[in-house]
């Protein structure tokens, strides 16, 4: 789909230009069919995430969806038991991430939060090599006796 989309958009930027010598597109109509070309873009994306969606994976844009193997976002139900995360201390929360077309590199950030919703760790993890609709395992831990809940505060993929 985002070869077809890819398409379209070089298709009108070669009418633009070979229309540009004569009467062509006033810049509203340009402006207008540059926007459909990308609203097009944007379905294409939420389409291609949807199959993960569906799977119980959470969006966390376009390109990452996550989803939870332990630990959910609720940190105080026996994970420091969790021997997956390698320590036999704190708090550990698992996510399976899904590169929707692919990552050379994923990055995701977190943040480990209070039962107030105050900040009072955070943690990063990333995988790298990701092919199109490939997942991978990333862990966040905490030490912190505060720490109740986690949040995705940012996810790159490169």
């Not at 958009?9 to 006033?26: D, E, I, N």
């Not at 569906?54 to 376009?62: H, I, L, M, P, R």
């Not at 997942?135 to 949040?151: G, K, N």
Request: hydrophobic fraction near 35%; glycine fraction near 8%; charged fraction near 20%.
């Amino acid at each position: 789909m985002k070869r077809i989309v890819a398409t379209l958009a070089t298709l009108v930027l070669a009418v633009t230009a070979l229309t540009a010598c004569s009467s062509g597109p006033s810049p509203e109509e340009m402006a207008s069919a540059r926007a459909e070309l990308q609203s097009y873009a944007d379905a294409s994306a939420d389409d291609d995430g949807r199959r993960f969606a569906d799977a119980g994976y959470t969006k966390a844009t376009t390109e990452v969806y996550f989803r939870y193997l332990h630990g959910g976002d609720a940190l105080h139900e026996g994970d420091a038991d969790y021997s997956g995360c390698g320590y036999s201390t704190g708090h550990c929360s698992v996510m399976k991430v899904a590169a929707v077309h692919g990552c050379s590199s994923l990055f995701m950030s977190v943040n480990f939060e209070d039962a107030s919703g105050n900040v009072v760790d955070s943690g990063i993890d990333s995988a790298n090599s990701l092919g199109e609709g490939a997942t991978a395992i990333l862990h966040f831990t905490t030490f912190s006796d505060s720490a109740e809940t986690i949040r995705v505060t940012e996810a790159k993929c490169y």
